[in-house]
């Protein structure tokens, strides 16, 4: 019964930006590491970003400065602003949940980077 719903994804040009959003029911938000993961044709799955319940964040090296990850504990919502995208961001991104040994993943959204 879990749940973790994705959207915001879709095409952008190069530079551009996007908001992914990520909502969890039937969990106990605050208690949950959040986390960005993506997965490029043919590329293993990485992590992007995460984010702990005290707020604590954590950034792959290829996004630092670009992406932001956030949450609003009263919307059970995690948020990932996107910033001068580039072609090589494009992937699927999955929403990820984690406390203690429970580990939950979003369905995934395509975000596409090109002109």
């Known amino acids: 019964q879990v749940q973790l719903v994705e959207s915001g994804g879709g095409l952008v040009q190069p530079g551009g930006s996007l908001r992914l959003s990520c909502a969890a029911s039937?969990?106990?938000?605050?208690?949950?590491?959040m986390g960005w993961y993506r997965q490029a044709p043919g590329k293993q799955q990485e992590l992007v970003a995460d984010i702990t319940g005290g707020g604590s964040t954590n950034y792959a090296d290829t996004v630092k400065g670009r992406f932001t990850i956030s949450r609003d504990d009263a919307k059970n919502t995690v948020y990932l602003q996107m910033n001068s995208l580039r072609p090589e961001d494009t992937a699927v991104y999955y929403c990820?949940?984690?406390?203690?040994?429970?580990?939950?993943w979003g369905q995934g959204t395509q975000v596409a980077v090109s002109s």
């Open positions: 039937r969990i106990t938000f605050r208690f949950y590491t």
């Open positions: 990820h949940a984690h406390f203690l040994n429970a580990d939950y």
